[in-house]
């Protein structure tokens, strides 16, 4: 199979998984959800695939301009659907984040996302472009688990789903924000000190990176320090998500910078 | 404590510090940083005198925004170290008083007798918890004796590990931007430059530009040897994202071009009333060449520019360094009388032919080749506050290891002599994963009290 029919396939996958899980929801069936799981983890597989063979025909990292790292997003946020969602009485974030992943699939497959895979300029020829952006990425995958469960706790009718959804949404950021530093800030210093001679240029994207670091470690002091629970830090989680999605997708479009690969 | 102490211990002035550098932070991505004052007149109108008072246009740079940083960096110092000292102790220190009524407050808790002696029962507790890899202290006093069980004891002390951290890179910030050093050493092929403050010089061997087959750069080379006292000590082949470190200087490829000065031009001479007739010549700007034929007899070049255009006034000018347009200024003469004069065209042979003394001249002249050397931009950085940026990471991503997951955990007993047996009350406090913990907690206890 190529590499197009294979994301094709996971895309189906996700579609299939997506309508499985909002069945599960309204048709109050929770053992549904277990089809939906599946259904995800069989388009995992293809869609490692279709990375895998990707990567092996470019010869590169697959993350080198907007259509492979969206679909790298969407996968790592699968994985940490999986890594979620698998434990029986876990809070329902399947279907929500599910659709997250169907949005951006969707993204990556239209025609607005070049699919051509560019030879790669000479500062992106480095192991650090697998290092640095696979684990920010990752990172940024749990802060979106982190956003969904936030959403639902929001939206959420009864106490005990809320402590449920409050304390999910900080076991996320409690994997998302390690990964996130050392991908994104230090992986990214360190590449930025080989290629570039400097470790940090306050670039649109660095910058954007220090804000959504800064609005995560606001999240954990209101919560640690000051006991803000639910609300307040549901909203903070919220805002460094979008920080996070800004990070990763504003600044290639709106701010120009040494990062702009699109 | 004193007022100055107590207002930068604040958490809260922390969280209004993270705030106010979030928000100057944003104003920094929108505004773009370190342009002409003529592009911020364009862009921003009359805002732009109040945006360059405030420092908006260098803000990363700006006073202000560095005091935010200094501030922010003392208010985690003071915090760090008005705490350290009782959380140290809490994780290393020695179990202080515990009474069995204060242990029974606790959420995760267990009482039960055991018909041991007092000395007896509490070798026993202690010997299970050391099973489960707690570290046991033992104070005895009259009829009880307390056991202090610690795990996971630097947990505790993650949260100060990464403040440190963010401390040292911090300090490794403000040590690169006052000590740091930076300069470009353009050089052509065979050059040597020497590097400022250092004590020795580069010599460009070799420079190359890979290109993909398709197109676009894939690499650009530069063999360099470092020269000292006169003598080659090391050559090596510096591309982007593999620099030379040599002494504590970093060498970088940073950017390339062509030298112009002096291209060497091939220049083809032709009559269109002979079609047989055909010379070439290659010379320099400046330079001139005899062709010895009766009706050419030499010819000139005056000038060269890459990428040609006519500027104001009609004035030659290059748009860039790129052979985009490359024009040269030629001269031809038949004795005393010239019979070309005018820019000729690599890219357009048709377009822009000569004139001789009288009327059109009797030649057409072709730029064939052009040929310049490229010169490479080496970037030469000596950065000390990059190692102690590494060192800061490390106690960073370490102490977020430890905050998140390395939770510690507390087991307090005390075993108290009671009409003969002796009564175990137990409590136990977790750092994180309070479940986990609680079940632990009750394994450890169930065992205790199971008669051996």
Redesign the interface.
């Known amino acids: 199979m190529t590499e197009s029919s294979l994301f094709t396939a996971a895309f189906a996958l996700y579609v299939a998984a997506l309508i499985v899980y909002f069945a599960a929801l309204f048709a109050r069936r929770e053992k549904w959800d277990r089809a939906g799981l599946i259904l995800a983890v069989i388009g995992l597989c293809f869609h490692t695939a279709a990375l895998a063979l990707r990567t092996g025909s470019s010869g590169h990292a697959p993350f080198t301009n907007m259509y492979e790292s969206l679909s790298f997003l969407s996968w790592a946020i699968v994985v940490a659907l999986i890594i979620f969602g698998r434990k029986p009485r876990a809070a329902r974030l399947g279907p929500y984040l599910m659709l997250i992943v169907v949005a951006l699939v969707a993204l990556a497959s239209s025609p607005l996302m070049p699919k051509g895979a560019a030879p790669l300029v000479p500062a992106l020829q480095s192991y650090w472009l697998w290092l640095h952006v696979s684990v920010t990425l990752l990172g940024e995958a749990f802060f979106a688990v982190a956003f969904v469960a936030s959403i639902l706790y929001l939206a959420a009718g009864t106490d005990e789903k809320r402590e449920r959804l409050d304390a999910l949404a900080y076991r996320a950021v409690a994997v998302g924000f390690p990964l996130f530093t050392l991908g994104g800030l230090i992986f990214g210093m360190v590449w930025a000190y080989r290629a570039w001679g400097r470790y940090w240029a306050w670039d649109p994207k660095e910058v954007w990176s220090l804000i959504t670091w800064f609005v995560f470690a606001l999240y954990l002091h209101t919560r640690i320090v000051m006991g803000w629970k639910g609300k307040r830090s549901a909203i903070v989680a919220i805002v460094g998500f979008l920080a996070a999605l800004f990070t990763y997708f504003g600044v290639n479009y709106l701010l120009a910078g040494l990062h702009s690969y699109t | 404590m004193r007022p100055f102490m107590r207002f930068f211990s604040s958490?809260?002035l922390?969280?209004v510090l993270?705030?106010l550098?979030?928000l100057a932070?944003?104003l920094?991505?929108?505004i773009?940083?370190g342009r002409g004052a003529a592009e911020y007149a364009a862009r921003y109108g009359s805002l732009s005198g109040f945006f360059s008072a405030l420092q908006l246009t260098r803000l990363?740079q700006s006073p202000w925004y560095l005091g935010l940083l200094l501030l922010f960096a003392l208010n985690i110092a003071v915090c760090s170290v008005i705490r350290i000292g009782a959380k140290w102790r809490k994780a290393f220190g020695p179990a202080e008083a515990a009474d069995a009524p204060g242990l029974m407050a606790s959420k995760v808790r267990s009482r039960f007798r055991l018909a041991l002696p007092l000395a007896a029962a509490g070798d026993r507790v202690a010997a299970i918890l050391r099973g489960r890899r707690y570290r046991v202290s033992r104070s005895a006093s009259g009829a009880s004796v307390v056991l202090l069980a610690r795990k996971k004891r630097l947990g505790g002390l993650g949260?100060d590990v990464v403040h440190l951290g963010l401390l040292v890179i911090l300090a490794g910030?403000f040590t690169?931007g006052l000590t740091g050093r930076?300069s470009d050493l353009a050089m052509r092929e065979g050059e040597t430059v020497d590097v400022p403050r250092a004590g020795f010089s580069l010599r460009l061997d070799k420079f190359d530009t890979e290109y993909?087959p398709?197109g676009?750069?894939?690499?650009?080379k530069s063999t360099v040897s470092v020269i000292e006292n006169g003598a080659p000590v090391l050559t090596r082949v510096v591309?982007?994202?593999?620099?030379l470190v040599h002494r504590g200087v970093?060498f970088?490829?940073?950017s390339y071009g062509y030298d112009w000065t002096s291209p060497r031009l091939g220049l083809e001479v032709r009559k269109p009333a002979d079609a047989s007739f055909s010379r070439s010549v290659v010379l320099r700007p400046g330079e001139r060449a005899e062709v010895g034929d009766p009706d050419v007899s030499r010819i000139s070049v005056r000038g060269f520019v890459p990428d040609f255009i006519l500027g104001e006034g009609n004035k030659v000018q290059t748009r860039s360094q790129e052979p985009r347009n490359p024009a040269a200024l030629v001269e031809a003469w038949k004795g005393e009388e010239r019979v070309f004069s005018g820019w000729v065209f690599a890219k357009y042979p048709d377009f822009g032919q000569g004139h001789g003394g009288q009327g059109p001249s009797p030649l057409t002249i072709v730029l064939k080749t052009y040929e310049a050397a490229q010169y490479s931009v080496l970037?030469a950085?000596r950065?000390p506050g990059?190692n102690i940026?590494?060192l800061g990471?490390l106690l960073?991503?370490a102490g977020?290891?430890l905050a998140?997951y390395w939770p510690s955990r507390e087991i307090r007993v005390v075993l108290e002599e009671a009409q003969g047996r002796v009564e175990v009350t137990a409590a136990g406090r977790a750092a994180k994963s309070r479940e986990a913990f609680q079940a632990e907690f009750d394994r450890i206890f169930d065992e205790a009290r199971r008669p051996s």
Do not use: C
């Open positions: 958490v809260k922390a969280i993270l705030i550098i979030t932070s944003i920094g991505t929108l773009p940083q990363y949260s910030g690169s930076r993909y398709q676009g750069v894939k690499d650009w591309e982007v994202n593999h620099p970093s970088y490829q940073s970037e950085a950065d990059a940026i590494w990471s960073l991503m977020l290891f998140f």
